[in-house]
T-cell receptor, first 114, second 110 residues
Framework: DSGVTQTPKHLITATGQRVTLRCSPRSGDLSVYWYQQSLDQGLQFLIQYYNGEERAKGNILERFSAQQFPDLHSELNLSSLELGDSALYFC?????????????FGEGSRLTVL | KNEVEQSPQNLTAQEGEFITINCSYSVGISALHWLQQHPGGGIVSLFMLSSGKKKHGRLIATINIQEKHSSLHITASHPRDSAVYICAVGVGGGADGLTFGKGTHLIIQP
């Protein structure tokens, strides 16, 4: 058990809809990263938050947004969903702001867009 | 942009064999991570390297900064080692997230 909790584990929805994925980091970790894993693109970095502030942005679409709350949990909002958004979405947490620390991954949220 | 290449893409071996998975990257990095992903999806961090060599049980990871190359070795492989092994690199101190290789799908047959 990594200590990182993601909900929901599975989500099926329709095109055009909006969903929210939630991540609770490991106790004490201040950084949360969001990653998307699809069959054709592999794992891709979406966005990082550190202690409530956005720190780095990767290949995140404008239809997607995220935030980190004062209790350090994070939410990834996906809107105007398309078939191609079907993927596994992982969050990972680490203690510091840098990517040089050990990463702890959640079990992922599997999104299916029909 | 950092390109991360892993080889081989697929590897099938017999139980007990010594396994080597390679990872090459194109630009300087601050850290290299080896990750393991089992069927069902969960990802576990195996190693984080910035130089030298690390060992954990039957797993050994090495990195050569000058050659921009890392290897993951598994000694006395076992069917439970069957998984996808992913190399990921980071540049800068939190300047971005990680860039991932496409993974090596390892199957260890009894």
């Amino acid at each position: 058990d990594s200590g990182v909790t993601q909900t929901p584990k599975h989500l099926i929805t329709a095109t055009g809809q909006r969903v929210t994925l939630r991540c609770s980091p490991r106790s004490g970790d201040l950084s949360v990263y969001w990653y998307q894993q699809s069959l054709d693109q592999g794992l891709q970095f979406l966005i990082q938050y550190y202690n409530g502030e956005e720190r780095a942005k990767g290949n995140i679409l404008e239809r997607f947004s995220a935030q980190q709350f004062p209790d350090l949990h994070s939410e990834l909002n996906l809107s105007s969903l398309e078939l191609g958004d079907s993927a596994l979405y992982f969050c990972a947490s680490t203690l510091g702001v840098a990517n040089t620390g050990e990463l702890f991954f959640g079990e992922g949220s599997r999104l299916t867009v029909l | 942009k950092n390109e991360v290449e892993q080889s081989p893409q697929n590897l099938t071996a017999q139980e007990g064999e010594f396994i080597t998975i390679n990872c090459s990257y194109s630009v300087g990095i601050s850290a290299l991570h080896w990750l393991q992903q089992h069927p069902g999806g969960g990802i576990v961090s195996l190693f984080m390297l910035s130089s030298g060599k690390k060992k954990h049980g039957r797993l050994i990871a090495t990195i050569n900064i000058q050659e921009k190359h890392s290897s993951l070795h598994i000694t006395a492989s076992h069917p439970r080692d069957s998984a996808v092994y992913i190399c990921a690199v980071g540049v800068g101190g939190g300047a971005d997230g990680l860039t991932f290789g496409k993974g090596t799908h390892l199957i260890i047959q009894p």
